[in-house]
C-alpha cells in the first residue's frame, strides 16, 4: 500500500500532460513534413490550420487542430521550448487536468480571437501558451502576498511585454491569436481555480467565467458574420 501510494505521489508530481502535449505537437511536425512539408499551404490546410472561409462554411474544428500545428522547424523548436519550461511549472501549481483545461480553453480563445480580427492562415501553440502566460498573471493577481509567485508573474509580464511589441514589429505574426490566448488563459485561470495554491475568489472565479463565455461567444459570432 505504501508503494502504491509513492507511485500515485511520483505520477502526481510529473508533468504528463506537459511532456504529452510536445510529444503529439512533434509527430504532428513529422507527420506534416512526410505529408510535404510543414510550410506548405495544401499541407496546413489539411491537416487543420486556421482557415476563416472553411470555418464559416462549417469546419469548426479549425479553431481547435492549428494549436498542434506548427509552420517550420524554427516555430516548433521555439514553442516547445517554452511550453516545456512554462508547461512544468503551471502544470505543479494548477494539477494535471486543470493545466490542461487552461491550454485548451486559451489555445481555442486565440483561435476565435484570429478568427474574429484576422484573415490569415494561421497555425501554432503560441496562442494557448499566451494563455500559459495569462495564467501566470492570474496567479500574480490572486497571490500577490507570495513572494515567489510575485517574482515570476513579474517576469513573464516583461516577457508578455516584450513579445507582443515584437509582433508588433513582424510581419506574418498573428497578434490577435497571442492576445486572445493571453486574455482567454487569465480568465479560464480563474474558472479552474488553483487549490494546490490556495482559494480564489468566488466573486472573480463567477465574473470570469461570464466574460471567457460571453466573451468568445461574441467573436465567434462575429467572425461568422464577416
Given at each position: 500500500m505504501t508503494q502504491l501510494r509513492y507511485r500515485l505521489r511520483r505520477l502526481n508530481q510529473t508533468p504528463y500532460i506537459t511532456v504529452g502535449l510536445v510529444g503529439i505537437m512533434v509527430l504532428v511536425y513529422l507527420a506534416m513534413t512526410l505529408a510535404g512539408g510543414s510550410t506548405n499551404v495544401n499541407v496546413l490546410i489539411q491537416f487543420g490550420a486556421k482557415l476563416n472561409v472553411l470555418i464559416q462554411q462549417g469546419e469548426w474544428w479549425r479553431l481547435f487542430t492549428p494549436m498542434f500545428l506548427h509552420i517550420g522547424f524554427t516555430h516548433i523548436l521555439m514553442n516547445m521550448i517554452t511550453l516545456y519550461f512554462v508547461g512544468i511549472q503551471l502544470e505543479a501549481a494548477f494539477g494535471h487536468w486543470r493545466y490542461l483545461a487552461i491550454f485548451?480553453?486559451?489555445g481555442v480563445g486565440g483561435n476565435i480571437a484570429s478568427?474574429?480580427?484576422?484573415?490569415?492562415?494561421?497555425?501554432?501553440?503560441?496562442?494557448a501558451i499566451f494563455g500559459l502566460f495569462g495564467a501566470f498573471m492570474m496567479l500574480g493577481e490572486s497571490f500577490w502576498q507570495n513572494p515567489v509567485i510575485r517574482s515570476l508573474s513579474r517576469t513573464f509580464l516583461a516577457f508578455v511585454v516584450m513579445n507582443l511589441a515584437f509582433d508588433v514589429f513582424t510581419p506574418g505574426i498573428d497578434m490577435a491569436g497571442h492576445i486572445g490566448g493571453l486574455v482567454a488563459g487569465f480568465l479560464a485561470a480563474y474558472l479552474v481555480g488553483v487549490p494546490r495554491i490556495?482559494?480564489?475568489?468566488?466573486?472573480?472565479?463567477?465574473?470570469?467565467?461570464?466574460v471567457l463565455i460571453g466573451g468568445l461567444v461574441w467573436l465567434y459570432m462575429h467572425g461568422m458574420a464577416q
Open positions: 485548451l480553453i486559451a478568427f474574429c480580427f484576422s484573415d490569415s492562415l494561421s497555425a501554432g501553440a503560441s496562442t490556495g482559494r480564489v475568489s468566488t466573486i472573480k472565479r463567477v465574473v470570469a467565467t461570464v
